[in-house]
């Protein structure tokens, strides 16, 4: 409590040594506070409560996850009895799972897509990354090209803003691999430049010609197209950035083709190149597939994926501070299966085969081959840390232009299951 301060005036005379001054003073009880120190101190207290509320929201500079995805909303269904599938929760973020999310996009009419053609919404949704690889790897389709469904729990069909979130919780997300990895590269460019017409090819320097023979489906079913694909979302801002829905300088995509083993030096130095050596600020995620190109030599395979699992840790070192240092199966080549940290890495199989396969290629790729193939791989690559997506039981019945490879819808269907894995690693702990 303050107290009102005595005044005392100078005295009429002072010393000749002294000049003549007023004196004020101010006397106070032991446990009173002046009022300018008062003042101080409480400023002091409202500054440090105001850094302590910015640093609280402003001080994790890291990538975050949705509100959804960290603290998990309980869901009471609306059971409908009898009913093979239940409806979709009625929560927000399930909203674009349940309406044609391509209503916008170029050539949304002209090539006749709709979201709600390639994915048939259900509860529950899956609630963690392995029960969700587990459901989309067994999933499939109730007839011919009809929508694809995961089997057990669902997963999401994102809007293209969702989309541009989730690829911005990463400084990069590489895919390594052949021509069917190509195409999913293509597909993810589709969603994020939302152009169903030219989304995944550089129709920027495109004749007219072109344009006319690399519409809609045969952006993929025609190999003269298909090699002309967008490989780095970079070159989209290059050279089309206003093509790009998402926020500039905020996504970055790429691929790395390395089709077969053993992989060509050049090949292995290039990928070499756009590994960091120091830690970057947002981690990194890798897709891997392969399998054709060796015809489904499971060795040839795992040795193609040990090489390149070598060569990024020795190209990035930040990756091997939480990391074995051998091989969990053969003892060589250093590390690879990482036990704590941060590193994603996902391998995919290759789609099912076609009628229109080659008969040459019936008994040594043909169905009965590609599904002990999955399943060896993934036993394999769980073993050195890298997480597996089958693809067979998504694509055995939708459309296969060759007989090899998934056209527009199919591949869709293979980005948004990409997406999903994506969205679900626990990018906090990077």
């Known amino acids: 409590m303050l107290r009102t301060p005595e005044k005392y005036v100078s005295a009429t005379s002072s010393p000749s040594s002294s000049p003549v001054r007023s004196v004020r003073r101010i006397r106070w009880k032991p446990w009173t506070i002046p009022p300018r120190r008062l003042g101080v101190l409480g400023g002091c207290i409202i500054v440090v409560f105001v850094l302590n509320i910015s640093i609280a929201s402003f001080g994790h500079h890291g990538p975050r996850r949705p509100a959804y995805l960290t603290n998990i909303v309980p869901y009471n269904a609306t059971f409908l009895p009898n009913a093979p599938f239940q409806p979709p929760e009625s929560l927000p973020h399930r909203i674009p799972d349940t309406i044609d999310t391509f209503s916008s996009y170029k050539y949304r009419n002209t090539c006749n897509i709709s979201s709600l053609d390639l994915h048939a919404p259900f509860a529950p949704l ?57 195409h999913l590269i293509g597909s993810i460019n589709v969603l994020i430049r939302k152009d169903l017409g030219y989304g995944a090819v550089t129709d920027w320097n495109f004749s007219l010609e072109e344009r006319r023979e690399c519409f809609c489906n045969y952006q993929f079913n025609v190999k003269a197209c298909s090699i002309q694909g967008i490989f780095k979302t970079t070159d989209v801002m290059k050279n089309d950035p206003s093509s790009l829905a998402c926020p500039a300088d905020t996504v970055d995509v790429m691929i ?15 990928f070499r190149a756009v590994l960091p050596s120091t830690k970057p600020q947002r981690p ?23 090489l390149i699992l070598d060569t990024t840790v020795s190209a990035a070192p ?30 995919m199989t290759p789609n099912a085969a076609g009628k229109a396969k080659p008969d ?3 008994v040594s ?34 459309n296969k232009f060759d007989g090899v490879h998934l056209d527009l819808k199919g591949n869709l269907v293979k980005a948004m299951m990409v997406l999903n894995w994506l969205n679900l690693l626990e990018v906090e702990k990077f």
């Open 126 to 182: 899956c609630s963690d990354r392995k029960s969700m690889l587990t459901a989309m790897s067994s999933g499939g389709r109730v007839g011919r090209d009809a929508p694809y469904m995961p089997r057990g729990c669902d997963m999401r069909w994102f809007s293209t803003e969702e989309i541009c979130e989730i690829l911005s919780r990463f400084e990069k997300v590489i895919i390594v691999g052949d021509s069917m990895m190509r």
């Open 256 to 270: 790395e083709q390395m089709i077969r083993f053993p992989i060509p030096p050049e090949e292995l130095e290039r």
């Open 284 to 306: 990194y995620a890798f897709i891997y597939g392969h399998g054709l190109w060796n015809d489904l030599d499971l060795q040839a395979t795992l040795d193609w994926l040990d």
């Open 318 to 347: 930040w990756l091997q501070q939480d990391i074995s240092s051998t091989s969990p199966l053969t003892g060589h080549r250093g590390s690879r299966k990482r036990t704590s940290g941060f590193w994603p890495r996902l391998f």
């Open 360 to 362: 040459e290629w019936i």
């Open 365 to 398: 790729q043909g169905n009965k081959a590609l599904m002990i193939f999955e399943e060896s791989v993934k036993v394999e690559v769980e073993r050195r840390g890298v997480e597996h997506l089958g693809t067979w039981n998504m694509s055995i019945q939708s």
